[in-house]
């Protein structure tokens, strides 16, 4: 039985939970393991602003982890509910089209470092059919086009480092004042 667009639309937060719930599970105790190979490989191949960055979440814990991810959640669900209420599809389409990349990121990484990277496997079988799946349903509905859905997924590309780097560091701060509030 085929989906209708809005029960794809709202079948975005719950792909990208699952799939980020394998990234929160085994992140930090591959990361443990991994740390030094990553930082090795990428030492003087990315800038010296991304290896600071990179460090800074190589390091962090799986509650500092999860933060950023409950941040990004939130607006995957957003962007869900002015879709499917609203129909007001352009954040929606943008943020599935960065998701979808996203999708692609993880199976580089792991091509990259030749093993297992925390989140390659529901990129396999979540993120990228879904990407699939919810772009290509817009385009036969009609919703968008193939010039403007290259536009949403030009902007996904160009917005996925900075965004992660961004919800990294807001999650980051708030992580800290929250521990600082409510643990004492």
Do not use: C
């Amino acid at each position: 039985m085929p989906f209708d667009t809005t029960t794809l639309i709202w079948l975005f937060p719950i792909a990208f939970i699952l799939h980020d719930f394998e990234e929160i599970i085994f992140f930090e105790p591959w990361l443990k393991k991994n740390a030094t190979t990553i930082m090795g490989r990428l030492h003087n191949r990315v800038p010296a602003f991304f290896e600071k960055q990179l460090q800074a979440i190589v390091t962090k814990s799986t509650p500092q982890f999860a933060l950023p991810i409950s941040l990004i959640f939130t607006l995957t669900s957003l962007a869900s509910f002015l879709a499917a209420q609203y129909a007001q599809y352009s954040i929606f389409l943008a943020a599935v089209s960065l998701f979808f990349l996203h999708g692609f990121m993880h199976l580089g990484q792991a091509i990259f470092m030749r093993r297992y990277i925390p989140a390659v496997i529901t990129s396999l079988l979540i993120v990228i059919p879904y990407g699939f799946l919810v772009l290509g349903r817009f385009l036969s509905d009609g919703l968008v086009d193939y010039p403007a859905l290259l536009i949403y997924a030009l902007i996904g590309l160009l917005a996925m480092i900075p965004f992660i780097l961004v919800m990294h560091r807001l999650g980051e701060g708030i992580y800290h004042r929250l521990l600082n509030f409510l643990v004492r």
